[in-house]
């Protein structure tokens, strides 16, 4: 008989969410990482722990070894959580869907969900709104569109997640050197209008089974974020705004999505209208407070691995907020000039509304993973990787690159 789950990625924040959603309900849970110190591992609720190929600088060796840990190991649920891992897997994804409940769309899916560009025009097309936003085909074209442009604006990677190859070009002479820049490791990224810094940041997370029925909703609200400019969420709150939650459910329903996403909007504060950013086509980083408001995720996937029928999951707790504390939400206060007047307030450690990415009383051990996890930069070349292209910490030609929902 089937049971449990295996799940990738235990670096991640949104990894031992799951592995915590899943385990408070009693549900044995096995973490898969390219490295044994991971914060998931160190989890009460992680019954086994299991070190795999990497998937960046390893992929068949990878796939293999998942392979053979589904042969060995009869699993209920495979939770694939980050880019690279996710799309590996969906490659195979009818040998895995044979092998245990797999769910995530086809590969050809994922590529179309991953793509900004694409997603964009689909979303034009449907009647979403999205910020002003110029496809650069040939660069021939790089000259006349700088001209016509609406200084800031922005230069996005087609392909991609969070601020990793972002830039924020002030004039034609910056958008042309940037963009030539992230052309040669981004083909033709897209350019965009700045929606200004304080328009408020919303994403809209949504279970959708595989007849194309949401099976839970759930909407929160960005209040700070590493780097300040924009990045990952490092505070954030469950909110109520069905205007976002039923555009994002128009364009995944558009997408014939199956499994998890999460869609971000931001409102421009210009006209008040909420502009669609990005799809996530994965879990997000910021699930625990999902699942700390009552929309627990993983286990709701879990149920629809075991063949249960239950009713749409979308009330849940508002004003809930979550907290991502060490290092995110310290970075923030110190590279804030405005870290006085932050609001909520920094210091404010005895809310009983805010719960932790990381912190939890039940379960204090991730605490220690998370403080070990910079040992393996030393000798993990993984690790390594991570840092340099990933981190919210990475720093490139003196500025900061990389972060991710």
């Not at 909703?217 to 974020?225: A, I």
């Not at 907020?321 to 007047?341: A, E, K, S, V």
Request: proline share 7%; with cysteine; net charge positive.
């Amino acid at each position: 008989m089937r049971s449990g789950a295996f799940i990738t990625d235990g670096h991640w924040r949104k990894t031992l969410a799951a592995v915590r959603g899943l385990g408070r309900n009693g549900i044995p849970v096995t973490v898969g990482e390219s490295t044994r110190l991971n914060a998931s591992a160190f989890s009460r609720y992680c019954k086994r722990s299991l070190v795999y190929p990497s998937p960046f600088f390893r992929p068949h060796e990878f796939i293999d070894f998942i392979f053979r840990e589904l042969t060995r190991n009869s699993y209920t649920m495979l939770l694939p959580m980050e880019d690279e891992t996710l799309g590996l897997l969906s490659m195979h994804h009818e040998e895995l869907s044979h092998m245990c409940y797999f769910p995530a769309v086809t590969h050809d899916k994922l590529l179309m969900a991953q793509r900004k560009d694409k997603v964009l025009q689909l979303a034009e097309n449907l009647g979403i709104p999205i910020p002003k936003t110029w496809y650069v085909t040939d660069l021939s074209q790089l000259n006349q569109i700088a001209a016509a442009l609406p200084y800031p604006v922005v230069i996005k990677p087609r392909t991609g997640a969070g601020a990793v190859g972002i830039s924020y070009p002030e004039t034609q002479e910056e958008l042309k050197s940037r963009y030539i820049l992230t052309h040669k490791r981004f083909p033709f990224p897209i350019i965009q209008e700045r929606i200004p810094q304080q328009g408020e940041g919303y994403g809209a997370s949504f279970l959708i089974d595989e007849g194309g029925r949401v099976k839970a909703s759930f909407v929160h609200k960005r209040l700070r974020e590493y780097p300040i400019t924009g990045g990952a969420s490092t505070l954030r709150e469950s909110v109520r705004r069905v205007d976002i939650r039923d555009m994002s459910m128009t364009l995944l329903k558009a997408l014939d999505w199956f499994g998890v996403a999460m869609v971000e909007f931001k409102v421009d504060p210009r006209d008040g209208i909420p502009k669609l950013m990005e799809i996530n086509p994965r879990f997000w980083g910021s699930l625990a407070l999902a699942i700390e408001s009552g929309v627990n995720f993983p286990y709701l996937l879990y149920r629809m691995a075991r063949g249960e029928d239950f009713k749409p999951v979308e009330t849940y707790q508002i004003g809930m907020r979550c907290r991502w504390f060490l290092p995110g939400d310290m970075l923030h206060f110190i590279y804030n000039p405005d870290r006085r007047n932050l609001l909520p307030g920094f210091f404010n450690f005895l809310d009983p509304t805010t719960a932790h990415d990381i912190f939890s009383a039940r379960d204090p051990m991730p605490v220690l993973g998370t403080i070990l996890t910079p040992i393996t930069f030393l000798y993990d070349r993984d690790m390594r990787f991570r840092l340099e292209k990933r981190s919210p910490f990475a720093i490139k030609k003196g500025r900061q690159e990389a972060v991710r929902e």
